[in-house]
């Protein structure tokens, strides 16, 4: 495994020293973009709102950010952008307020975004953007330190209204859907219908949530408090606002912590506790479906001004999961085998670019200069297959030493494979005189391209059926599939 990095042409204009970035969506209406395109949003020190285009190294200052109430631009920030690239909502990370922006007419909207001040600065602002059908564009966003409401961003409706349900604390009673449950950071699935986090409920417990986007907006007003979508994933987390990563649209992985005084001593003797783990999760049935075991510990700010929180980010993409954070190293694991498959010392990326596939270093320090590196992964080295002991396609398993090219068998230069080309024009022993080409050593079912022919067979006579094999080099059009060589991969 290695890491490819490269750096980008310094901005111009200087957008001063950022604070925050964030992924961008490129403006292009094309269905190609380059490899290395890279857009981000950013905030610089005088609170101000730009687009970097690091690829050409333009920069454009869009517009101001000061008129968020209480916005500490020395704070951790959180920007948090729309799926269509339109629309931005900026907060303090820890904050009570935030903002919502139009990125394209470069103005703040009119949508008052606020949760009360109950232990406000211990969690992260909720806000998550989602588009629903005809293109509606709509914010999930915290409105008390209990509630969720969805705003729609055109109108500026909520599609949530409901009454705040309430506790008495004289009669201990509760209202039917009281929740009590520290909204935190949200997380969108990537077809836009499920949001998940890892909220709190009191120190030092979190608990894993998700449900349904279109269950809330259709059916029930409180389906983020109680609804019938609403799935526990993780109960008994020791910190919230953890990283979360989305495998596809119905798996969710965490990173998290189990509470010790949590563990069973029954799973203690039988050695199946992990106290730092990553586990992923159907959303929609609840069920967890795999986990990472031997995970590092992420680590937490230190307690200063701010309340202590997650430093971590974790990553999934192309079968692996990536994990970092400030102090351990960088590792990236196999989700398929549940194995680490490198690790990079001294490697903690300010953000992943998912459009391009890159982590970023904005080194800060030293003129602001951002360099791109890239994870890649070697082709699989040959392995052994049975039916030739040549090389074996890492799709199929078959083998690749032989491909068909028009009307011709051809071996592959480097080829392993033992078995030889061979056409027989003596007649069938059922009749029939037409031509057959097959590889000899394969065994049954092998290489046959018969035009015309009534019946192919394989070198021991055995019938496979009647219909032409036609295959290409790299395609293959069959009317029975071939069950030796490999026809998927271009050689």
């Not at 139009?102 to 008052?112: T, V």
Request: aromatic residues 10%; proline residues 6%; glycine residues 8%.
């Amino acid at each position: 495994m290695s890491f490819q990095s490269f750096d980008f042409p310094p901005l111009h204009p200087s957008p001063g020293v950022i604070v925050a970035i964030q992924s961008l969506s490129c403006d292009t209406e094309t269905t190609t973009i380059p490899e290395d395109t890279v857009n981000l949003l950013a905030i610089n020190e005088e609170s101000e709102l730009w687009k970097l285009q690091l690829h050409n190294g333009q920069a454009e200052k869009l517009l101001s950010i000061e008129n968020i109430p209480d916005l500490n631009i020395k704070h951790p920030l959180q920007i948090v952008i729309s799926p269509n690239g339109k629309y931005a909502a900026v907060s303090n990370q820890l904050g009570r307020y935030a903002a919502v922006f139009d990125l394209y007419l470069r103005e703040q909207l009119p949508i008052k975004l606020e949760r009360d001040g109950y232990h406000s600065d211990k969690s992260v602002f909720p806000l998550v953007f989602t588009e629903i059908s005809q293109g509606r564009t709509l914010l999930i966003h915290g409105s008390e330190w209990n509630r969720l409401d969805i705003t729609d961003i055109l109108s500026g409706k909520n599609l949530s209204e409901r009454p705040s349900p309430s506790f008495d604390q004289e009669a201990k009673e509760k209202h039917e859907h009281y929740l009590e449950y520290f909204h935190g950071q949200l997380h969108m699935s990537p077809d836009g219908k499920t949001v998940a986090e890892t909220g709190w409920i009191w120190h030092p417990m979190a608990e894993t949530r998700c449900w349904n986007i279109e269950e809330w907006l259709e059916n029930n007003r409180w389906e983020s408090e109680d609804g019938a979508s609403l799935r526990c994933l993780w109960p008994s987390l020791l910190d919230w606002d953890v990283p979360m990563a989305w495998l596809d649209s119905n798996t969710l992985a965490v990173w998290g912590k189990v509470d010790e005084d949590m563990i069973d001593k029954e799973d203690e003797e039988n050695g199946e506790v992990e106290i730092n783990a990553v586990l992923w999760f159907d959303v929609k049935s609840g069920k967890r479906l795999g986990r990472l075991l031997s995970v590092p510990a992420y680590t937490m700010t230190p307690y200063t001004t701010l309340f202590p929180y997650t430093q971590a980010q974790m990553v999934a993409a192309n079968g692996q999961i990536f994990l970092w954070d400030n102090g351990i190293d960088f590792t990236v694991w196999n989700i398929e085998t549940g194995q680490c498959e490198t690790t990079k010392a001294d490697f903690q990326p300010d953000l992943y670019h998912a459009p391009s596939g890159l982590f970023l270093i904005h080194d800060a320090e030293h003129g602001g200069q951002y360099t791109a590196w890239r994870y890649k992964v070697p082709p699989p080295a040959p392995v052994t297959v049975k039916s030739c002991g040549g090389n074996a396609c890492s799709t199929c398993n078959k083998c690749r030493d032989w491909y068909r090219l028009g009307n011709r068998w051809n071996k592959c230069p480097d080829a392993a494979c033992s078995g030889i080309i061979k056409k027989d024009t003596d007649g069938h022993p059922d009749g029939g005189g037409s031509t057959r080409t097959y590889i000899n050593g394969h065994g049954q079912a092998t290489g046959w391209d018969i035009t015309g022919s009534t019946s192919t067979r394989d070198y021991d006579g055995g019938r496979l059926g009647p219909g032409a094999y036609i295959v290409t080099h790299g395609t293959a059009s069959t009317s029975k599939g071939h069950p030796d060589l490999c026809t998927c991969e271009i050689k």
